[in-house]
């Protein structure tokens, strides 16, 4: 256990799965930080402009798939050309609702991504993920 | 003839052995004169030595005229002492009637010449039976030289007698066969090494006697590839005593050679080893030259009977039977002569094929040289059916001139008859082969039409009649000609296409293939014509259907891939609000704050408001999906449009936008119109939505044809997108690519479903900051019109 609590990162466009998800992590008492983006776009933004501070970067990034303008697809294609340039090492876990195999086997199949969590996710999965 | 002379041979043999013992216990007559008694027991004592030779004693007084005999000479008379009477005339009686004359005669000498008596002469026994007996007698007289008694031996010589008799008849024979037929005598002493000839030795063999006296002068002239053949045949005869009988060359004195037939025998001396060699040689050159002919006629009738091909037969009409066949039917049917001669008249019914029965020419008065055939199975020793022809003439006939007997030759044609058979067949499989061909079949030398099918006709349009016999490269376009010829003379044999010409002078797609086969003897053509009209038609159909079932199948993979869209988006937008509504409960059961509560209720209402938009939107979806056979209906883009434009004026209004139709090119279309009200709303509202916010948007409408299809194409001069990076999202449900407030992203969803629910198909060009435009293509996909 770091003294420092992590920085998470939730990537998705459904708002109230962001609220829930913050609720929930607060309550747990996993991050004292928690970013919250409604695009792909907005969180390679954020990525970009914090390269040179890595302590703002995320720890965890809780990423939806289906997202509009730059889905999550997308955000991992960007990602993978600038993660070299980020001092960091961030764990990315796909969080969706789509059941799709073509979905599940694509996230397995990315090297930057943890794991393919489906939606709901309770709070025992997020203190399991972050711990 | 061999066999009698054996036994001669034997008889004299036994008669040596009787000679000797006589010789060896000779008569001897005791000659007291005035001792009777001293004589009678001499007489005695003799007369039991005589008896174990069967010699009789006779003893005869003549003064008192009576006769002693022993009783070995009444066995010699088949008498007895009681019958016998003791008188000359006793005996005289039983003396034969034709030696009763001569034995009178020889005791009349004995008595006036004092001789010694010797008489052989037959005897007829009290039974009946006619022996040879000899008789040697010794006359005793009184000092005035009167005849007192005789006395003397009596014997049993028939054995010997019979056999010299025979001797004697056979030499006899001999000579005079020798003077009658070129024959030459000759009695060869073997101890001696001479030979002496009968008086025709030098007509014969042209010698004199001195000239071959002796058996080596003789011998050199035996024909040296004889001679050892002779002497070993002579020395077997020597050693057995048997007679020999043989023929050779002999060189005559005048060089050349004679056939000659010796025939002889050997004598035996006492010892029983040969001592003589008689025979007869005679010249038989004629007689074998004719045998020699006969044997050569009967080798060459033999040969010719043997060569003749099938059986020569004669066959009685009347009787029924085969009088006469040659060799040649073992060879042909098993049976031998006598097998045939056995089956008497049934012998066509046992050998004839029931069914051939009647094909055997029937006969009467033909005239000669009549030759009458048939064909025929004849059942084989082994059972086995063989075809046969025959060829029959007459070869005898009755007084009325009927044929009675024929003569014929039969020959085996079963091979012709199953190489017939196959002929037949394989020309009738042949036609039928070409009859039953959908082509046309022509048999042609080099080109001109010997025979043809039915087909060909029907493909030509000329009939059989007009083709056999003419020129069959007139079927064939001109151009094409030259290489058919070309395929003939090198006995191409693979199908090529060409141009045929019909009757009626049209032209038609034609492929030839040929092949060159013997046929009757010579070499031909067999060529095949196919009209490929149709081929090629089916093959232009083939290809159509081919684009066709491509054309489904990418059709299938579009419906395919809608259907796994649907599928995700069924999983997606409705997993993702009521899994929402999920986590949201959770938290209302632990919440204890009403403020919290609140918010949360409030956070529930629009996820179920989500859920339910969702639903609805997916429900829409799904009717169109269903609604595949909606309504269709002609439709004019100008009236349709300007429906839509009024829908959503105040929004042109608002940014004053410029709208511009031209739907003059393709004004028209059959459609369902509120697929065309949809498309129409969605693109206007889409380009509205997408505007530049600095700038008056300028949409532009135009309807035209690409060949058969009717094309929309929808051109706005606004944001545009970078179709590189969201190019595979703009026609999911959903997706906004703009963070524009109104960005629900289901009208280009909504519009791509109606489009290609209608067989069409929708597609983006764009450029960021420029515009976009869209192109609908209504008839994309035909295969679901209609």
């Keep these: ?131 | 003839m061999s066999a009698r002379k054996k036994k001669v041979s034997k008889k004299r043999a036994k008669k040596d052995g009787r000679a000797r013992s006589k010789k060896a216990k000779a008569p001897v007559a005791s000659t007291h004169q005035n001792t009777l008694k001293a004589l009678h027991e001499s007489q005695k004592r003799l007369s039991l030595a005589l008896n174990s030779a069967h010699m009789g004693i006779w003893d005869w007084n003549i003064k008192t005229n009576s006769l002693w005999l022993s009783d070995t000479v009444h066995k010699i008379f088949g008498t007895s002492k009681r019958t016998f009477d003791g008188t000359m005339e006793f005996l005289r009686k039983l003396t034969h009637e034709e030696d009763q004359k001569m034995l009178s005669e020889e005791i009349r000498k004995a008595f006036e010449t004092d001789k010694k008596y010797f008489v052989q002469h037959r005897i007829k026994k009290a039974n009946g039976e006619i022996r040879w007996i000899e008789v040697v007698g010794k006359v005793f007289r009184n000092r005035k030289g009167k005849v007192l008694r005789m006395v003397g031996s009596v014997q049993d010589i028939t054995e010997i007698k019979l056999s010299n008799q025979e001797r004697k008849d056979w030499e006899a024979r001999y000579k005079l066969i020798a003077a009658s037929a070129s024959q030459v005598v000759y009695d060869y002493n073997l101890k001696t090494g001479k030979i002496q000839w009968s008086g025709t030795i030098q007509e014969v063999l042209g010698y004199n006697q001195q000239e071959m006296n002796d058996i080596n002068s003789w011998e050199k002239l035996i024909h040296r590839d004889d001679r050892k053949k002779v002497m070993a045949r002579l020395e077997i005869a020597m050693q057995g005593l048997r007679p020999f009988d043989m023929k050779y060359r002999f060189k005559t004195k005048s060089k050349s050679y004679i056939h000659v037939h010796d025939k002889g025998i050997f004598l035996a001396n006492e010892e029983g080893q040969a001592y003589r060699m008689l025979g007869t040689m005679q010249d038989i050159s004629d007689k074998i030259q004719i045998e020699e002919d006969l044997i050569e006629s009967n080798r060459f009738k033999e040969s010719m009977e043997s060569a003749m091909p099938g059986m020569l037969y004669v066959y009685d009409l009347k009787k029924q039977v085969i009088i006469y066949v040659n060799h040649n039917i073992t060879r042909a049917i098993g049976y031998d002569w006598e097998e045939i001669e056995g089956m008497g008249n049934n012998f066509l019914h046992n050998l004839i094929h029931p069914e051939d029965l009647s094909r055997i020419p029937r006969w009467s008065n033909e005239p000669s040289r009549t030759v009458k055939s048939a064909e025929y199975r004849v059942r084989t020793k082994s059972d086995e059916w063989r075809w046969f022809y025959s060829r029959d003439t007459a070869f005898q006939r009755d007084q009325k001139g009927n044929v009675t007997q024929i003569i014929g030759i039969a020959q085996d044609i079963t091979d012709r008859k199953m190489i017939e058979a196959e002929l037949v067949e394989s020309e009738a499989r042949f036609r039928t082969l070409q009859e039953a061909s959908f082509g046309g079949i022509g048999l042609h030398d080099k080109g001109i039409i010997i025979d043809c099918n039915q087909g060909l006709s029907a493909i030509t349009g000329y009939s059989r009649e007009e083709l056999v016999g003419n020129d069959g490269l007139k079927l064939i376009a001109p151009e094409y000609r030259e290489l058919v010829m070309h395929n003939i003379l090198s006995g191409y044999e693979k199908p090529y296409d060409v141009e045929g010409i019909h009757k009626d002078g049209t032209h038609y797609s034609l492929e030839i293939s040929g092949k060159n086969i013997p046929y009757k003897g010579r070499d031909i053509r067999v060529t095949e014509f196919r009209d490929i009209t149709n081929r090629k038609l089916i093959e232009q159909k083939i290809l159509e259907q081919n684009a066709r079932l491509q054309a489904i199948t990418i059709d299938l993979k579009r419906k395919n891939d809608q259907l796994e869209e649907f599928t995700q988006i069924v999983s997606h937008n409705l997993r993702s609000p009521i899994g929402n509504i999920l986590s949201l409960l959770t938290f209302m059961e632990t919440s204890t704050s009403e403020e919290d509560k609140a918010q949360l209720m409030s956070y529930l209402k629009e996820s179920t408001s989500n859920a339910l938009t969702t639903l609805e939107e997916l429900n829409e979806v799904l009717k169109i999906k269903q609604n595949r056979n909606i309504e269709k209906q002609l439709l004019e883009f100008d009236k349709v449009f300007n429906q839509v434009r009024t829908m959503v004026s105040a929004k042109i209004a608002e940014c004053s936008a410029e709208v511009k139709s031209d739907f003059s090119k393709a004004p028209t279309i059959v459609y369902p119109n509120i697929y065309l009200e949809s498309i129409f709303l969605n693109l206007l509202t889409n380009a509205l939505k997408y505007r530049k916010p600095d700038q008056k948007p300028l949409i532009e409408l135009r309807t035209y044809r690409d060949k058969k299809d009717i094309i929309l194409e929808v051109k706005d001069d606004g944001l545009g997108i970078n179709l590189d990076r969201y190019g595979h999202q703009i026609f999911k449900l959903q997706k906004t690519f703009h963070k524009h407030p109104e960005s629900r992203g289901i009208g280009l969803f909504m519009i791509k479903n109606q489009i290609e629910a209608m067989g069409g198909e929708i597609s983006i060009k764009s450029k960021e900051n420029i515009g976009t435009t869209f192109f609908i293509n209504f008839n994309k996909h035909h295969t679901h019109d209609d």
């Design chain 1, 1 to 131: 256990m770091t003294t420092k609590s992590p920085i998470i990162a939730l990537v998705d466009d459904d708002k109230i799965f962001q609220l829930m998800s913050a609720k929930m992590i607060e309550s747990l008492d996993l991050s004292h930080r928690i970013l919250q983006f409604g695009n792909g776009e907005e969180a390679l933004h954020y990525l970009k402009d914090n390269i040179t501070t890595p302590e703002n970067l995320p720890d965890f990034i809780f990423l939806d798939i289906n997202m509009p303008y730059v889905d999550g697809w997308m955000f991992l294609a960007d990602y993978a050309t600038m993660k070299s340039n980020l001092n960091k090492q961030i764990r990315i876990f796909m969080i969706s609702s789509s059941i799709d195999s073509r979905d599940i086997i694509r996230a397995q199949n990315n090297s930057d991504v943890r794991d393919y969590i489906l939606k709901p996710v309770t709070p025992e999965k997020f203190r399991e993920l972050v711990a």
